[in-house]
């Protein structure tokens, strides 16, 4: 069995093709045979009137995996009571699995405010936090991360941000497109597309 447990974490509000192809192209940097897609709760960190019904996500992203086999999604986040805290989820799988080696995938405007996520000290204890590059965010030197948790493991994380593909889609746009009645076609896999129209989402 693979002793490395990736995690990718969002809204997913909803999935769509540059979640998908980011992850593949990091299960590859990486060498990575599995990777887990978990939806989260309504953030802690970004309160959204416009983050689609739990189901919803969960739904569609269990959709947008079904054509890769080396995707799995849980809702580990998603049954959890209380707040959805990262740092909880990692410690749920290392007390599951402790002999495995966690990777958490982060946008890299997740990188950039982790010094407000909920014990994020502790998520770079238990974790290898590997960043996705995303369109439009410079990660400067993590100033904030550097003050609180040294030179060291901040220029560690600036070291495992990955060069992968650009696709240049955003759920906000998706969300936006839908609203003013425009296609999404080829922005998100088409039984997502399926899903959102069938269940009128983000109207």
């Given at each position: 069995?693979?002793?490395?447990?990736?995690?990718?974490?969002?809204?997913?509000?909803?999935?769509?093709?540059?979640?998908?192809?980011?992850?593949?192209?990091?299960?590859?940097?990486?060498?990575?045979?599995?990777?887990?897609?978990?939806?989260?709760?309504?953030?802690?960190?970004?309160?959204?009137?416009?983050?689609?019904?739990?189901?919803?996500?969960?739904?569609?992203?269990?959709?947008?995996?079904?054509?890769?086999?080396?995707?799995?999604?849980?809702?580990?986040?998603?049954?959890?009571?209380?707040?959805?805290?990262?740092?909880?989820?990692?410690?749920?799988?290392?007390?599951?699995?402790?002999?495995?080696?966690?990777v958490l995938l982060v946008g890299a405007d997740m990188l950039r405010d982790l010094h407000l996520w909920h014990r994020f000290e502790e998520i770079v204890r238990l974790a290898r936090v590997v960043t996705l590059p995303r369109p439009g965010v410079e990660l400067g030197r993590l100033e904030?991360?550097?003050?609180?948790?040294?030179?060291?493991?901040?220029?560690?994380?600036?070291?495992?941000?990955?060069?992968?593909?650009?696709?240049?889609?955003?759920?906000?746009?998706?969300?936006?497109?839908?609203?003013?009645?425009?296609?999404?076609?080829?922005?998100?896999?088409?039984?997502?597309?399926?899903?959102?129209?069938?269940?009128?989402?983000?109207?």
């Amino acid at each position: 069995m693979d002793s490395t447990i990736a995690l990718f974490g969002g809204s997913f509000n909803p999935i769509h093709v540059a979640h998908l192809a980011v992850a593949r192209a990091a299960m590859e940097a990486l060498g990575l045979e599995r990777l887990v897609l978990v939806p989260s709760a309504r953030p802690p960190h970004k309160p959204s009137a416009d983050l689609a019904a739990d189901t919803h996500r969960l739904a569609m992203c269990r959709l947008a995996a079904a054509d890769d086999p080396r995707f799995e999604v849980s809702d580990v986040e998603l049954r959890r009571q209380g707040p959805s805290y990262t740092v909880d989820t990692l410690a749920d799988v290392r007390r599951r699995r402790p002999e495995a080696s966690l990777v958490l995938l982060v946008g890299a405007d997740m990188l950039r405010d982790l010094h407000l996520w909920h014990r994020f000290e502790e998520i770079v204890r238990l974790a290898r936090v590997v960043t996705l590059p995303r369109p439009g965010v410079e990660l400067g030197r993590l100033e904030p991360l550097r003050r609180a948790l040294g030179d060291a493991t901040a220029d560690a994380l600036l070291a495992d941000v990955l060069p992968t593909p650009r696709v240049d889609v955003s759920a906000t746009d998706i969300r936006r497109r839908i609203r003013q009645g425009l296609p999404i076609d080829g922005l998100v896999p088409p039984a997502v597309a399926d899903y959102i129209r069938e269940h009128r989402l983000y109207h």
